[in-house]
């Protein structure tokens, strides 16, 4: 596909309909579709309790549905009990006890599958070892692991006892591990000796050892996966070998029914303002989106193999790997390693060996592998799939197009899923039978799903293309009950216009002339960097802790592979280095970030100066600093500025 086509399709906003081959066995089809959004706009609850009642195994049935009373704190099915392991595992032992649940292959090329039975088996064997330690239901506990079935088989395990998991991210450091774990009380970690990444070991045990000196005093023990097998120190007392920890417990372990609003995890999230904040998702509301979209959004069937490549330390991890498709019944691929080893066709030739049929990845990888040319792709044979997904940020022509003709083969549709940590499941997508395309857009919200673009005032924008506040009007099963411990910063972030009404995403997005969503960028100080959200605010504190920093101010820039890039401006205690620039503290600098949060947060470019801009009232003016980092004319006011001489040296031209 040239150049010259992407940009006609731009200029014709071309659609996509859905492939008539697709459409004709799709779960979903524009029937249904109707029917679907009829009902949820005729009796909203009733839809839910529908769907409630049909996808998921219930223990006790629920009566009351939807429960507003301490809004906006919502409930969904709370005199309901059921168990989230028991709807992923147990209730497919009848008919899928020896169907794979799960395909893994490492990065070393080794692979490893589970069936149903087997995971099942595996779980309850880890949940009675946690049992063991002293690990009851409500307790939490912390995963930091690589990406391998025992991420899954733990996540699983605590679901299964009632224990809350908090997934840290393995690129996460050690700080951020500390900060995570005492945030939330945690009584224990389970991590691994290492896990392989980028043809390197990445060093777990070793993270949390330093996160652990640093102070966690609510950690009792630590679990230790053993993966790469080098050699680690154990604390005696502390530590135990996951094999060790298994080896006398058997596999019967009966569930822990749990009330539908049990909390099933934290997973923590950069805000604008703060430390990150401890999503906090229930049992029901949370599984429920993540079966529907698995089968309404990915169609997944019995012979699917599915594959979304996101890491469990994230949401897209927890939903389309770690509940989702088991809780739907269906097979899913885990790839341990980075997607350019040995080289940037691992991936499809991993999609050609496992017969991958539905691929769900982020526009940041895609546009890397794009970059490095479509002969990796075009040696492999990719006929197997045919369903292709993108999350995270929204996806420019030119890489959807890509995807669309050198990986899908013009034949597969592409869902564009737009949610978040705090949504649990997709909310704007296409659905695959039903829903035409336009490259750039995640297109129209899923039944039941009161998505709408307001203006200041919480009205309606019905001006097609005029952009506002991307807003959930309704509560929704799946979405975030709380932040962990902090009632009031949930209702602050999430509800703090519109008369508390409305859930207040933090994007900006627009409506087309067809009802089609098109997110703009988010409306606080928060970056998006390679799909992954994080705060300006956090990297600004890193860099401030460093005792060469005296001011730091953080803004994002458009990057062609990680969608924003981070820039950073500082003020250095000492002299400021000749011309703005100095590789040796920018290396220093760039390091401390990358211990203090993790490698994701490294900023991109550091430009030295002896002041930051700001207004007579000390403000920073953070518009400028944008229009700067991304070489654009200075187009806002300078003239409350107190120190406009400063914008030479922030131009870096003097
Ligand atoms: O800004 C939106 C962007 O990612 C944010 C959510 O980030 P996080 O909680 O880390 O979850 C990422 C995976 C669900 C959103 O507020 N975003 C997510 N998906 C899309 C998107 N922007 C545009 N198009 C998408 N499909």
């Known amino acids: 596909m040239s150049a010259h086509n992407i940009d006609s399709v731009l200029i014709e906003n071309r659609k996509f309909k859905p492939n008539p081959n ?71 032992l009848g008919s899928r006890a020896n169907k794979n649940a799960i395909i893994f292959e490492g990065e070393k090329g080794d692979v490893r599958t589970l069936t149903y039975q087997q995971l099942t088996d595996e779980v309850s064997r880890f949940a009675n070892a946690l049992k063991a330690q002293g690990i009851r239901s409500g307790d939490r506990v912390v995963i930091y692991m690589p990406m391998i079935p025992e991420a899954v088989i733990a996540m699983q395990a605590c679901a299964r006892i009632g224990a809350i998991h908090s997934v840290v991210f393995g690129g996460f450091s050690s700080e951020s591990l500390r900060d995570r774990i005492n945030d939330a009380g945690a009584r224990m970690v389970i991590t691994a000796d290492g896990g ?44 135990i070998w996951w094999h060790d920890a298994i080896a006398k417990q058997n596999t019967d372990c009966p569930p822990v029914w749990v009330d539908a609003e049990h909390p099933l995890f934290l997973l923590y999230t950069s805000g604008s303002t703060g430390k990150p ?19 309404w959004v990915f169609d997944l069937r019995e012979s699917d193999i599915f594959w979304c490549t996101a890491d469990v330390g994230w949401i897209t991890g927890h939903t389309y790997v770690a509940y989702g498709p088991l809780a739907a019944g269906g097979t899913l691929m885990m790839y341990e390693g980075a997607p350019t080893i ?69 034949h597969c549709p592409i869902v564009d899923t737009w949610w978040q940590t705090e949504t649990g499941s997709n909310m704007i997508t296409p659905l695959p039978g039903v829903t035409a395309t336009k490259p750039g857009s995640c297109t129209i919200p899923l039944p039941g799903i009161a998505a709408d673009v307001v203006d200041e005032d919480g009205n309606s924008i019905t ?29 602050s972030t999430y509800y703090p216009k519109f008369g508390g009404k409305y859930y207040l995403a933090g994007d900006s997005a627009r409506k087309d002339e067809d009802g089609y969503f098109w997110i ?19 990297v600004e504190s890193a860099l401030v802790a460093h005792p060469k920093v005296a001011e730091a101010a ?75 980092a991304r070489g654009e004319d200075i187009t806002s006011d300078t003239s409350t500025l107190e120190n406009p001489d400063i914008l030479l040296q922030l131009q870096g031209k003097v």
Not at 61 to 69: E, H, I, R, Y
Not at 277 to 282: R, V
Not at 351 to 379: C, W
Not at 521 to 536: A, E, K, M, P
Request: aromatic share 8%.
């Open 277 to 295: 904040k401890g999503i906090q998702h229930s049992s029901a509301g949370y599984l429920l989106g993540a079966i529907l979209t698995n089968l």
């Open 554 to 628: 953080v803004v994002g820039r458009p990057d062609d592979i990680k969608g924003e890039a981070i820039f950073a401006y500082v003020v250095l205690r000492g002299a400021r280095p000749a011309g703005g620039v100095d590789a040796a503290i920018t290396k220093e600098l760039r390091d401390w970030v990358g211990e203090q949060i993790g490698a994701i947060a490294k900023p991109d470019d550091i430009r030295f100066a002896d002041n930051l801009p700001k207004t007579r009232s000390g403000k920073i003016m953070r518009r400028l600093l944008r229009n700067i």
């Open 196 to 239: 392989n990444r980028g043809g390197k070991i990445v060093e777990l045990k070793a993270a949390t050892d330093k996160a652990l000196a640093g102070g966690c005093p609510s950690i009792d023990k630590v679990i230790v996966c053993q993966r790469t097998k080098h050699n680690i120190p154990m604390k005696a007392g502390r530590d």
């Open 520 to 538: 703009m960028g988010r409306i606080d100080d928060v970056l998006n960097v390679s799909g992954h959200r994080l705060g300006t605010m956090e």
């Open 463 to 491: 001006t097609p293309n005029q952009g506002g506040y991307l807003v959930i009007k309704k509560p929704f099963p799946s979405q975030l009950r709380t932040i962990w411990g902090d009632d009031a910063r949930y209702a």
């Open 342 to 410: 040995p080289d940037a066709g691992r991936f499809w030739k991993m999609v050609q060996e496992h017969k991958v049929s539905i691929f769900y990845t982020a526009p940041t990888a895609i546009r890397a592998l794009m970059k490095l040319g479509d002969s990796f792709p075009n040696k492999y044979d990719l006929s197997s799939l045919r369903l292709l997904g993108t999350v995270g940020e929204p996806i420019n022509p030119e890489a959807w197009m890509w995807y669309h003709t050198v990986i899908g083969k013009e």
């Open 22 to 92: 697709f459409v004709a066995r799709a779960r979903i089809r524009k029937q249904e579709f109707d029917a679907l959004h009829k009902m949820a706009a005729e009796d909203y609850t009733g839809f839910w309790a529908k769907q409630a009642r049909e996808l998921l195994s219930w223990h006790r049935p629920f009566k009351q549905v939807l429960d507003d009373s301490r809004a906006p704190h919502f409930t969904w099915f709370a005199d309901g009990s059921l168990n989230v392991s028991y709807n992923c595992l147990d209730r497919h």
